[in-house]
Nanobody
Framework: VQLQASGGGLVQPGDSLRLSCVVS????????IAWFRQAPGKERELVAS???????KYADSVKGRFGISREGAANTAYLQMNALRPEDTAMYYC????????WGPGTQVTVSS
């Protein structure tokens, strides 16, 4: 399985970003997927996940601000991030919920005024 995350950038507090994760080697029609993030000096944490049955779960820190979705035809997962805060600054990665796939390079999100 190969994972290619993109869409990160440098934004100001309150701005929005949409991350994309193109997956190859496994069909998202049959596999749940999740977004993780890792800030400097911190452990990698689960941010959001979506199952095959479209059940979404979010970390408390992003509830109401982030939205996860998936597009089967493109085998791509998305993370819509709204009302971004400086504490959202991190490298963002996609993977299976169980972290079973080889990690891709991630995409950097920096929120700063």
């Amino acid at each position: 399985v190969q994972l290619q995350a993109s869409g990160g950038g440098l934004v100001q507090p309150g701005d929005s970003l949409r991350l994309s994760c193109v997956v190859s080697g496994v069909s998202l029609d049959y596999s749940a997927i999740a977004w993780f993030r890792q800030a400097p000096g911190k452990e990698r944490e689960l941010v959001a996940s979506i199952t095959v049955g479209e059940i979404e779960k979010y970390a408390d820190s992003v509830k109401g601000r982030f939205g996860i979705s998936r597009e089967g035809a493109a085998n791509t997962a998305y993370l819509q991030m709204n009302a971004l805060r400086p504490e959202d600054t991190a490298m963002y990665y996609c993977n299976s919920i169980s972290r079973a796939w080889k990690w891709g390079p991630g995409t950097q999100v920096t929120v700063s005024s």
